[in-house]
Nanobody
């Protein structure tokens, strides 16, 4: 069973930056895509960003150029660089690896944007 471990969450002020990391226990090319979702209190989980085996990226509409997803194939890692963070970005961020309709999830890392 694949394991995904996130790190890098924390408290940041509005306008600040954070970089999230996720290490996958298997070769990330085993998956159709890997990426990040988030869930804020009282809201549904939503797509933040994904990157597929071909390198194509997809972002949630709310990202508006503020976030960048990347990967390091040699480390089986995927990253999310977040800039210009807003209080509305406060959520638990989950790393995800997908094969067809099967999703594997990490335990999540909390990002809090507050002054």
């Amino acid at each position: 069973q694949v394991e995904l471990e996130e790190s890098g969450g924390g408290l940041v002020q509005p306008g600040g930056s954070l970089r999230l990391s996720c290490v996958v226990s298997e070769n990330i090319f085993n998956f159709n895509d890997v990426g990040w979702y988030r869930q804020a209190p009282g809201k549904e989980r939503e797509l933040v960003a994904t990157i597929n085996v071909g390198g194509r990226t997809d972002y949630g509409d709310f990202v508006k150029g503020r976030f960048t997803i990347s990967r390091d194939n040699s480390k089986n890692a995927v990253y999310l660089q977040m800039k210009s963070l807003e209080p509305e970005d406060t959520a638990v961020y989950y790393c995800c690896a997908r094969i067809l309709r099967r999703y594997s999830w990490g335990k999540g890392t909390l990002v809090t944007v507050s002054s």
